[in-house]
């Protein structure tokens, strides 16, 4: 029969639970959590004694008890090491007595301890006794360099510098694969101060490929900006000093840094930093896909969608720029799920000027080309030529001019200028690259070639008209409509070479004869109502 029998003194040594096992009042004060009440008992005669004693239901000591270094606070662990050293050179041990290897004691406290905790607890074990680290397993510095810092990582280096170089095989800290080392758990987090002292240590550890993904140092801490971590750039210009080879290498993927670097999250501060510092070591890694088919300016594609705020969109400018000026063909090439870049920043919005007179300026033929899945960038962005009517008719062409925030129609004036840039140099064989089908029938020269295509009688009309064929036909008519309401003038002015808006709708490979139809109409009806008012106004003064 059970006697539970309780008590309040702080003196009492045991509580008689039943007639087989007795509680030491140190275990039953751990029990129920009295953090304070533990550690005082600790620091008297019977505390220590009970320190000694194994748990009554699980016969190992306080120092193999997981949850204790789960719940206790550090200055509880602190009297516990105080009241007996000694323990912590004892292992646990199973039912059968044997030791168990992975259960150290401070294999045991680092693992169960809060990581805020962790390295002042490994540090307690070792100033305490350095032999506690003698035969700890690989796994047990895995668990320590993931949760504790710098300084513990220094005595790990201390007692074991061979465990920078093993790979533990029942070691999948954050959820990583298999196979990686050290270097790499601190590259994929950015663990800035690891890294650099692992470098000091062995710079050579740059060179360690993990085994599963085949990626070098370098990729991983380029991937490590998925994480909200900050990368230090100093550090990263070590990890590349240390071995610069690592930006031409694949990893498993076919994928190199850059990739990743291009597809990191665009609002950690070192994003553009990382794409800059990898395009002056290789620069050729723009034209190089991965399994994918992705080049690594396909991968800023991911960002896109938050880029219609002008902040979010400035944290991709630069290395967006930076990418279509090395390698501004990567415009032409759809990716591996036959996207084009421009067509994507159409749909987006994208609001910064840069990006778009830099592709217009190096690749202009790019506004122009489609794939089987996605339109021309103006036919995307259509839906705001009402709006370029109405903000822009009065306006000069020349769209590099203009500063500040975009307005309405405007980023839709952009990408007019340069379709129509794009289909006189292609209409004139001028790009050799063009992907447009052949033709006997060439245009002849209708419009001034220049950067501006714009002269005096060259209007927003002319170039509507020659790139009907590209917008989306609900939105052209809705602009033309808004266009002949403020300026009907237009409609039958020729350029230079003597060609109508209407015409020039109508010529090439490019025509689009039901615009031009609608246009022959509106030039024909205000034509002719202009003769008429002319005849009466004459009939008037002959009066």
Avoid at 82 to 107: C, D, T, V
Avoid at 146 to 158: G, H, N, R
Avoid at 421 to 426: H, M, P, T
Avoid at 468 to 479: G, M, N, V
Wanted: charged share 20%; with cysteine.
């Amino acid at each position: 029969m059970d006697h539970n029998l309780t008590t309040m003194g702080d003196t009492l040594d045991e509580v008689i639970i039943n007639s087989a096992s007795t509680i030491t009042r140190l275990e039953q004060l751990v029990q129920e959590s009295r953090w304070e009440s533990v550690s005082a008992h600790l620091q008297t005669i019977q505390g220590r004694e009970d320190a000694m004693k194994p748990n009554s239901t699980t016969c190992e000591l306080l120092y193999h008890n997981l949850e204790f270094y789960k719940h206790a606070p550090f200055h509880v662990i602190e009297a516990l090491v105080k009241a007996y050293p000694e323990g912590i050179l004892e292992h646990a041990k199973n039912p059968q007595g044997i030791f168990k290897l992975r259960h150290s004691a401070i294999a045991i406290a680092v693992l169960g301890t809060k990581e805020k905790s962790a390295s002042m607890v490994f540090k307690l074990f070792v100033e305490t006794n350095p032999k506690c680290l003698d035969k700890c397993p690989v796994s047990f510095y895995y668990d320590a360099f993931d949760k504790c810092d710098t300084e513990v990582l220094k005595l790990m280096i201390q007692a074991n510098p061979s465990f920078i170089y093993q790979k533990d095989s029942n070691y999948l800290g954050y959820g990583l694969p298999f196979g990686r080392l050290p270097i790499h758990l601190a590259c994929s987090n950015a663990e800035c101060e690891k890294i650099n002292l692992l470098l000091a240590f062995d710079p050579s550890l740059a060179l360690m490929v993990e085994e599963e993904s085949k990626m070098f140092p370098l990729h991983l801490a380029c991937q490590s900006s998925y994480s909200d971590s900050i990368f230090n750039m100093e550090t990263f210009r070590r990890l590349i000093e240390a071995y610069p080879q690592a930006a031409k290498e694949k990893d498993a993927e076919e994928c190199l840094p850059l990739h990743y670097a291009c597809g990191a999250e665009f609002d950690t501060p070192h994003f553009q930093d990382f794409v800059s510092e990898l395009l002056k070591i290789y620069p050729e890694a723009t034209q190089i896909r991965d399994k994918l088919k992705y080049l690594p300016l396909h991968y800023m594609q991911k960002h896109f969608d938050f880029c219609q705020e002008n902040a979010n969109a400035m944290k991709i400018e630069k290395p967006l720029v930076e990418l279509i000026e090395i390698y501004p063909d990567a415009l032409l090439q759809s990716d591996g799920d036959d996207q084009l870049v421009l067509c994507e920043l159409a749909i987006s919005e994208y609001p910064l000027r840069q990006v778009w007179h830099t592709a217009g300026r190096l690749c202009t033929h790019a506004y122009i080309c489609a794939t089987q899945t996605t339109l021309q960038p103006l036919h995307l962005i259509s839906y705001d030529l009402p709006d370029l009517v109405e903000n822009f008719m009065e306006c000069p062409l020349d769209w590099t001019k203009n500063e500040g925030e975009m307005q309405d129609g405007e980023l839709a004036g952009i990408i007019l200028h340069y379709t129509f840039d794009a289909l006189l140099q292609a209409n004139h064989g001028i790009d050799s690259k063009s992907n447009l089908p052949s033709s006997g029938n060439v245009v002849r020269p209708c419009l001034q070639v220049d950067n501006n295509c714009s002269t005096v009688k060259t209007t927003l009309l002319h170039q509507l008209a020659y790139c009907s064929k590209f917008c989306d036909q609900h939105h052209l008519e809705e602009a033309v409509h808004l266009y002949l309401a403020r300026h009907n003038a237009h409609f039958y002015q020729a350029d230079k070479e003597k060609m109508y808006p209407f015409m020039l709708a109508a010529i090439g490979k490019n025509a689009n004869l039901s615009f031009t139809f609608s246009m022959l109409l509106i030039f024909v009806l205000y034509q002719n109502l202009d003769d008429l008012g002319s005849r009466i106004l004459s009939s008037k003064i002959k009066r």
